[in-house]
């Protein structure tokens, strides 16, 4: 019966000794769960918005109003939205709707430096670049850029080694093709 009461006695002086502490602690992770809470709110909304923006630039693409959709598509990639901002890159492209090739290179790059873009994506996306650069690619770019797609266990690996043993093969330079070839 005493170790009870002592061990109650304990706990109750524990909680008058610490009682700012513990306050303190639990409002921290109340605090927490709401900011989490608010801010999963927000990119909610953000991702809603730039949908919408995302669908109206193809519905006027599909008007033939180009200049106003390629103007939206350009603030679509600046926002850097893991799903809308390479679909925009993407559109932008396939409607040729940039005729500076810097500018598609800038926001290739762009996409490719987006922190929270998977892998795999990225990888993809490098690939675009070096399709769209095509012949006027430099050799140091192609392996810049290839290399560690061609080292990782990527799934765009043949196809990076396929570029670079076609682009070697094109330039007539065999023994660097050979250590590209796909057995």
Known sequence: MNDQINTQLNMSNFFKNNKKKIVSFLTIII??????VIYSELQKKNNIKISDEFNLAKIQLANNNTKSSKDKLISIIKKKNTFY?????????DYDLIEDENEVIEYFDLIISMRNLDVEMKNLFIIKKIYFLGNKVDESILLTNLNPIIQSNSIWKQIAQDYLYKFYLSKNELDKAKEFKIN
């Open 85 to 93: 901002s390479p679909s925009a890159l993407n559109l932008i492209i």
């Open 31 to 36: 605090l927490s769960i709401f900011i989490f």
